[in-house]
């Protein structure tokens, strides 16, 4: 599958905008948009290393990244937002030719319908949004509510508060990468800890 590392984690449901600019990911999009079917790549996090040139580590989990719309610019670079829509798992990394290319394989979360998981949900809501709002304290700004809305689906929703909560890349692929949803309410939970005790420490 063509892949776009870089120094973001993509969830499914989440969007990513993207501007296409090297020669080798210029390609990808041609080749992608040439497809049948809608078209589609796999977007990792890069784990060491830098998003330009190549030469970086990458991770082994990842996200199908499906293209919403794509603007092509006078100088052949494009302009595109994707969506999120699958978790995958990546089996190998093969070599660049001239795009990064994964061998990879669809991970469904386990216990996807787990007992719980609506209250669990509903708990990780409330933390997400409060730690936000400390957040926009410390910065000195106002909190926009509409930026926090989920999915009914409570599978979905774990995906959707990975994405908005205040947290880096490292955290945010800790929670991509875990089993099913109520490990991922359980390290966002753990994680937010971490991320309330620094922002009030930064309040004092």
């Known amino acids: 599958m063509p892949m776009f590392p870089l120094g973001l984690v993509l969830v499914p449901g989440g969007i990513l905008p993207l501007h296409v600019f090297e020669p080798r990911y210029r390609q990808m999009v041609i080749d992608c948009l040439r497809e049948d079917g809608e078209p589609e790549f796999g977007q990792a996090l890069i784990t060491h290393g830098r998003e330009a040139g190549g030469g970086d580590e990458r991770a082994m989990v990842g996200t199908i990244a499906r293209m919403l719309q794509v603007d092509a610019l006078d100088d052949g670079r494009y302009t595109l937002i994707a969506v999120g829509t699958r978790r995958i798992a990546v089996n190998a990394w093969l070599p660049d030719d001239p795009y990064p290319i994964a061998d990879v394989d669809e991970w469904p979360d386990d216990d996807p319908d787990a007992a719980g998981l609506d209250e669990a949900v509903r708990h990780a809501h409330d933390r997400v949004r409060a730690t936000l709002a400390l957040a926009a304290e ?58 309330d005790a620094m922002l009030k420490f930064r309040l004092s």
Request: hydrophobic share 45%.
């Open 138 to 195: 410390v910065e000195g700004q106002e909190i926009d509510t509409s930026d926090t809305a989920v999915s009914d689906d409570p599978l979905v929703a774990t995906y959707h508060l990975a994405a908005i909560a205040p947290i880096g890349p490292a955290d945010r692929y800790r929670l991509l990468a875990a089993s099913g949803p109520m490990e991922r309410m359980r390290l966002l939970d753990e994680v937010l800890d971490d991320v």
